[in-house]
């Protein structure tokens, strides 16, 4: 289970919309190189993914020859939108209200149910009651718990009541274990 910082999470996710991994991985260090701090650890380089200070001057296109295609708007949109505490992080963070800290979430560019849901669940807030779902989250459920035919009539609703009243508190460990149970099964 992830614990990484909010800030990198948040826009970690935004990158990964209607994206592969290989990709998401290529954006996320030319986005470090370009514009995060260099390290030298055992003799090796490294960079660090950039804060919001280190991107605030960033335009459109410079995130375009990125290689993120039409996320760069997002990813301009929600830095902004950091910058100027429209949403405070910080605050985020001291909020114990998960469903405030959604609402806050999905008012940042790019973000919606699902990638606020992960937000939550694989970032610093470590909100483990929460159970992102997709694809593969509504399959298992489908056919561990709801069986219906066709899986694509199962919704968001009937899942959560169900990770709710069987996982509770721990709703987000479940989903991992479920994800990963079902993509390898």
Do not use: H
């Not at 963070?93 to 959604?102: I, L």
């Amino acid at each position: 289970m992830l614990n990484q910082d909010l800030w990198e999470t948040i826009i970690s996710f935004i990158i990964s919309a209607n994206n592969n991994i290989p990709r998401i991985k290529g954006i996320i260090e030319r986005l470090s190189k370009k514009y995060g701090s260099k390290i030298i650890w055992r003799g090796k380089e490294y960079y660090t993914f950039p804060t919001p200070e280190q991107l605030k001057n960033v335009t459109i296109e410079e995130y375009r020859s990125l290689g993120l295609g039409f996320r760069d708007k997002r990813l301009y949109e929600t830095t902004k939108m950091i910058i100027q505490k429209q949403v405070d992080l910080e605050k985020m963070k001291q909020n114990p209200n998960t469903f405030e800290v959604r609402e806050q979430l999905l008012s940042l560019s790019g973000v919606g149910t699902k990638v606020a849901d992960c937000i939550l669940l694989f970032s610093t807030l470590k909100r483990l009651e929460v159970f992102p779902i997709d694809v593969w989250v509504r399959r298992v459920m489908n056919d561990l718990y709801i069986k219906k035919d066709d899986e694509t009539k199962v919704s968001k609703k009937q899942i959560e009541a169900i990770a709710t009243e069987k996982f509770g508190d721990l709703a987000g460990l479940a989903q991992q274990y479920l994800f990963y149970w079902r993509r390898e099964n």
